[in-house]
């Protein structure tokens, strides 16, 4: 559980960091709203951390195994349990949308996620991940300098084709994928726009059909 106990120690910190990079906030929830469609009418997000992401985006319910930050999405109106998302604690079939945002690189096991956010999707259900590129300008940093950043010390990043190669793998289909942050957070002075596809933004969103 490495990779948790950051966020239960510092979940102040992290907190401050949408609050310090807004214009990299925003368009990364924008990227997610243009692949996303219609608000979920029940909709899970795994790795729910505050609810940052989970109230914008019309999400209800939270799984999250950091009790500092469980408290934190229930205070955004999310209800929220805790647990991993190697093993949902739903039953099959009960949420039109699973959202995983800045997730993927903390489970222990992504092919399994996926299969789990799989199970509890409706026949039409629809997976979105957003996530930083490795091999972008941003996941490059992140990569060099992980000892630095007490989150991403233990991350394990992955690049927008293994997503999707472990998407295949694992039953989904028909992706959308858009990009966004074309230059660093720090240096944004307003929202980055979106654009279809992958290659040249750092912050990816896909949404793939069950």
């Known amino acids: 559980m490495r990779r948790v106990r950051p966020f239960e120690e510092h979940s102040q910190r992290y907190e401050e ?4 990079h807004p214009f990299a906030y925003r368009s990364e929830i924008e990227a997610l709203r243009s692949v996303q469609g219609d608000e979920p009418t029940r909709g899970l997000e795994v790795g729910v951390g505050s609810a940052r ?14 009790s500092a930050m469980v408290e934190r999405a229930v205070e955004r109106g999310v209800l929220t349990v805790r647990g991993i998302g190697e093993q949902l604690p739903f039953r099959a079939g009960v949420f039109d949308q699973v959202l995983l945002v800045t997730t993927i690189c903390f489970v222990d096991d992504l092919l399994q996620s996926f299969l789990e956010a799989r199970r509890v999707l409706t026949q039409e259900g629809r997976l979105l991940v957003g996530f930083i590129d490795r091999e972008s300008p941003i996941g490059r940093f992140y990569e060099e300098h992980r000892y630095e950043n007490v989150f991403y010390r233990d991350a394990v990043f992955y690049t927008t084709y293994e997503v999707l190669r472990m998407l295949r793998e694992t039953g989904y289909r028909s992706p959308d994928i858009v ?32």
């Open 53 to 66: 992401f989970a109230e914008p985006l019309g999400f209800r319910f939270g799984l999250e195994p950091a």
């Open 179 to 210: 990009q966004t942050l074309f230059r660093p957070p720090s240096e944004m002075t307003s929202p980055s726009e979106v654009r279809e596809g992958f290659g040249d933004g750092s912050f990816v969103a896909l949404a793939a059909r069950r």
């Open 17 to 20: 960091w949408f609050e310090r």
